[in-house]
């Protein structure tokens, strides 16, 4: 497929899933029932900042995009990202509007931003930089696994300690990918990490009461108690209400307000009670495009940089899509992420097109190449890659 086409494509889909975004938000957000005005009025803020949202991010897309991504790739790079990112986190703790018991947010006035969601992005964009500025010493475990785990931990830590468990096992999933993609010596990582999950799982999930009772209303959201289970248990009324086709745009259960967080965390709920198992079925089929073309935009980039950034970018919004929709059906424990694209959220928005202004980026990269190197960079790369794998990491090695 031509990168032309491949770009067009990444358009499509995004524009799709924008639309169907602000639809559900307008479906669940402009009925004076839906956003609590009990003398019936009508408001249209949600679906207004939303569209600022938008513009906001179309343009920051359109300006990576434009400006590629060679200026990511200079050595202070990562670290000015993943400080500024970490500073912001750290200005939450500090500063930031509790919400249903958590701190996430910054308030500018009308302005609400959650430095959580640009984290995903500085994590992305650093780890790029870092592991593509590598080399060789990859292979090595100050460079293959100590600086990367640093800049994630860092960031992650922060993030945690605004109460958000989800966007952390995003981050986490983010940075095993672009190990992977590296030739990083990820197997001893993976190998720490099984051995300690019984541990984290114990002082991040069950040491907690409210996301011990999350975990209890994944197991039996019918014998639970709490608002977890009621969330859960009102997601599976709305999903089994929608049968095949749906009962219509603005005529499902949310509307009047019995689904909690209808235009956030649950809208995929929304959007199979209103649009049926065919709109729910349909919106996965187009996060899988979406992953796929991320994933061949990947392979086809013409350098080690631009394939961990195409990689990390496909990264987040897959992990956070398929997370978001699995705790709606029931298959995974509860955790506030948004569904990309699609959920209210300004700073999620924003990100999310910016990660595929990113992904763009490298699309335009691969498509000034001439049709002989494109072929030669992917070669390359996979060779490289295959090497790295198959050659013992050099632990002792001064990096």
Known sequence: MPSSALRLALLVLVAALVGLGLTMIASTTVLGTAVGHSDGSVTYAYLLRQLAAIGVGVVAAGLLSVAGTTWLQRPWTAWLLAGAAAASVFAVLLFGRTINGAKRWLDFGPINVQPAEFAKLALVLSLACLLANAGERIRTLRWGLLQPLLIFAVLAGLVYLTKDLGSVIV??????????????????????????????????????????????????????????????????????????????????????????????????????????????????????????????????????????????????????????????????????????????????????????????????????????????????????????RREAPAWAEAA
Request: a positive charge; hydrophobic letters at 55%.
């Open 171 to 388: 981050m986490a999933l983010t940075v095993l990918a672009l190990l992977v993609c590296a030739g990083a010596p990820w197997p001893r990582l993976a190998l720490i990490a099984l051995s300690a999950l019984p541990l984290l799982l114990y002082f991040t999930v069950w040491e907690v009461a409210y996301r011990r009772e999350r975990f209890f209303a994944f197991l039996d959201p019918w014998q639970a108690a709490g608002p977890a289970a009621y969330h859960l248990q009102q997601s599976f009324i709305a999903i089994s209400s929608g049968g095949i086709s749906g009962v219509g745009l603005g005529q499902g259960s949310a509307a009047l307000a019995f689904l909690p967080e209808r235009h956030t965390d649950f809208i995929y709920a929304v959007i199979c009670e209103e649009l049926g198992m065919i709109g729910g079925l349909g919106v996965a089929l187009l996060f899988l495009a979406l992953i796929a073309l991320g994933l061949t935009i990947a392979y086809r980039a013409p350098d080690l940089h631009r394939r961990l950034l195409a990689t990390g970018a496909t990264a987040v919004l897959g992990t956070q899509a398929f997370w978001n929709m699995l705790v709606v059906v029931g298959a995974a424990p509860t955790k506030g992420l948004t569904l990309p694209f699609v959920s209210y959220g300004g700073s999620s928005i924003i990100v999310c097109l910016m990660l595929i202004g990113i992904l763009d980026a490298c699309a335009r990269a691969e498509a000034g190449l001439p049709a002989a190197r494109r072929g030669e960079t992917r070669i390359i790369g996979a060779t490289t890659a295959l090497r790295a």
